[in-house]
């Protein structure tokens, strides 16, 4: 088994909404020590060099993993309506 990973395509929109959604998190953060103060991200950029990555183990893939996204739900009828109603059997 393979990944392709399009590191071209990580450009600098994709690092200002991924920056965006980091600052949003540590906005909301409510565990952080009260000495850190406000943390942003100030700057992020993927570089042009991809990193080399070496896949150590796959395991079996979280219960939520089968759920249904939005776009899958408007095109079967068969999907759960939640995890509750998954009982990790694909019967497709």
Do not use: C
């Not at 392709?4 to 920056?19: F, H, M």
């Amino acid at each position: 088994m393979s990944f392709t990973i399009y590191w071209e395509k990580l450009d600098k929109r994709v690092a200002q909404n991924v920056q965006a959604q980091l600052n949003a998190f540590f906005a909301n953060l409510e565990s952080r020590p009260q000495f850190l103060g406000e943390i942003s991200v100030e700057q992020l950029d993927f570089g042009s060099v991809p990193p080399n990555l070496e896949i150590l183990d796959f395991t079996a893939p979280f219960p939520e993993f089968y759920l249904a996204t939005e776009d899958d739900a408007s095109q079967a009828n068969t999907v759960p309506a939640s995890i509750d109603d998954y009982d990790g059997i694909d019967d497709t």
